[in-house]
């Protein structure tokens, strides 16, 4: 991994790092399990793209990688259904 791969992994997990810090505090205000979901997503991201760079992988499809990021993003597609639910009867 070039240096300036690094360097841009590292932006990417201090943006995730951060969103997800912004989704807390709506988490906080509103107790909607909708923003818990995005802060797991968006931390999970940074952690992601913190191993890459510590564990120094030559490419982002080595199947640990890859497969916390599938957990990511599944967590956000579970966010939005969960949302779209309706809600229970009685």
């Known amino acids: ?11 990417i997990a201090m943006a995730a790092a951060l969103l ?3 989704f807390l ?3 906080r205000q509103t107790r909607d399990s909708f923003f818990l979901y995005f ?5 999970l991201e940074a ?5 890459v760079v510590g ?11 890859y497969g916390v990021r ?3 993003y599944g967590l956000i597609i579970v966010a939005i259904w969960q949302k779209n639910r309706p ?4």
């Open 87 to 90: 809600p229970p009867r009685g």
């Open 39 to 43: 802060v797991a997503c968006f931390w």
């Open 70 to 72: 599938l957990l990511s």
């Open 47 to 51: 952690a992601s793209r913190m191993a």
């Open 1 to 11: 991994m070039s240096t300036l791969d690094a360097v841009m992994s590292g932006a």
């Open 25 to 27: 505090r709506f988490w």
């Open 55 to 65: 564990l120094r992988y030559d490419t982002e499809d080595a199947p640990l990688v």
């Open 20 to 22: 997800g810090v912004f």
